[in-house]
């Protein structure tokens, strides 16, 4: 009887371990920063050395969202970018790592669902599906170590 408790016991305790474990490897976005200033809508604030950050934000396929760089400045290495547009060079080739190879490095882009585009400094896009807004700098996630700062961005749609 103890033993068939203990073993229920240490069961639980590993299934709980197994599921703890497996509900961070699923997570695959983070949530932004989120904050308000002068009651004109939320300010985003994209770190660069974090994968894609989730907004909050559901979108329907064609809806189209505006976008506002407000500030910011990263740094990529020993590279300093300056806005939203990138690095000023891509690595333009489709086994590069980057979330958009043939996009500048760095640049500002955004997902929903598995769909990518650029964001960069165009102020309006249409949504290509349903569902979250998602938004990271294009750098590979095995090279957002050496990354810092962030771009704040005010969305509206
Ligand atoms: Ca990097």
């Known amino acids: 009887m103890i033993s ?7 069961l639980g305790a590993f299934l ?17 920063t989120v904050s308000t200033a002068n009651g004109t ?5 994209i770190s660069a050395g974090r ?5 909050g934000i559901r979108l329907r396929s064609g809806e189209t969202i505006q976008i506002q760089f407000i500030s910011g400045e990263i740094q990529d290495g020993e590279a300093v970018i300056r806005g939203s547009t990138g690095a000023g060079w891509a690595c333009d080739d489709k086994d590069c790592c980057e979330p958009m190879p043939f996009e ?26 349903d569902g979250e807004l998602q938004l990271r700098i294009n750098d ?7 990354n810092s700062g962030s771009f704040k961005i005010r969305i509206s749609h």
Do not use: H
Not at 41 to 45: A, L, R, T
Not at 140 to 146: I, M, N, Q, V, Y
């Open 4 to 10: 068939s408790l203990a073993e229920k016991f240490f």
């Open 16 to 32: 709980f371990i197994l599921f703890s474990a497996s509900c961070r490897l699923s997570v695959i976005s983070q949530p932004a």
């Open 41 to 45: 809508g939320p300010i985003y604030e």
């Open 51 to 55: 994968s894609w950050q989730g907004t």
């Open 104 to 129: 500048q490095r760095d640049a500002l882009i955004g997902r929903v669902g598995d769909n990518f585009f650029l964001i960069g400094d165009q102020n309006e896009i249409p949504s290509p599906a």
């Open 140 to 146: 590979c996630d095995a090279g957002l170590f050496d």
